[in-house]
């Protein structure tokens, strides 16, 4: 059954702790997405890879990092830089040279304790 | 840049009763758009696109959405909506040999019995 998993749904996080949200696809894609979302503002580009060891900045960086080490994996770290991090996190991947169509995951809620 | 503009935060609609949800962007190039659904807590949904050719495209759960050029607008529409489709319709513009689709903000539909 293809798709993409996100894991953990819910992950708390204690100030000053960084923690990794974990997106893996079997679709074979090339490109994968990371976005960020709250209420009333929409999705907003965090990073995005085109292919494996290659990554970019989208708009709101400052705060987070990404590796892509493997090409169904894209896990995103929220770091103690990014002040603040309460927010539901998107993950999305697309094939490369198709028709642009981005595909979702379920979704990680992170909470600040 | 690109944009997008839903112009309604939040629709409440008899159950029954026909829907159109509106999206305008704005975009230099021949555009490619999107609608997504979310329900609370999920991931989204893709539910139609439109590339080229028919203006008209048909998408899932009986949705169907129109491009017109002239008015930079990729409207939603459903004759009849029924209780499940509550949710949040989220409205994207990309384009080819774009990596990155910009959303709209979001309409969330309430249906009333």
């Known amino acids: 059954d293809g798709g993409i998993t996100q894991s953990p749904k819910y992950l708390f996080r204690k100030e000053g702790q960084n923690v990794t949200l974990s997106c893996e696809q079997n679709?074979?894609?090339?490109?994968m997405y990371w976005y960020r979302q709250d209420p009333g503002q929409g999705l907003r580009l965090i990073y995005y890879?085109?292919?494996?060891?290659?990554?970019q900045k989208g708009d709101i960086a400052e705060g987070y990092s990404v590796s892509r080490e493997k090409k169904e994996s894209f896990p995103l770290t929220v770091t103690s830089a990014q002040k603040n991090p309460t927010a539901f996190y998107l993950c999305?991947?697309?094939?490369?040279?198709?028709?642009?169509?981005?595909?979702f995951g379920p979704g990680t809620r992170l909470l600040v304790l | 840049a690109q944009s997008v503009t839903q112009p309604d935060i939040h629709i409440t609609v008899s159950e029954g009763a026909s829907l159109e949800l509106r999206c305008n962007y704005s975009?230099?190039?021949?555009?490619?758009l999107f609608w997504y659904v979310q329900s609370p807590g999920q991931g989204l949904q893709l539910l139609l696109k439109?590339?080229?050719?028919?203006?008209l495209v048909q998408g899932i759960k009986g949705f169907e959405a129109e491009f017109k050029r002239s008015q930079s607008s990729f409207n939603l529409r459903k004759p009849s909506v029924h209780w499940s489709d509550a949710a949040e319709y989220f409205c994207a513009v990309g384009a080819i040999g774009n990596e990155k689709l910009t959303f709209g903000t979001g309409t969330r539909l309430t249906i009333i019995p």
């Open positions: 890879s085109q292919i494996v060891n290659d990554f």
């Open positions: 439109y590339f080229s050719g028919d203006t």
């Open positions: 975009y230099g190039a021949t555009p490619y």
């Open positions: 999305a991947s697309r094939n490369r040279g198709g028709t642009e169509t981005q595909y």
């Open positions: 679709l074979n894609h090339d490109a």
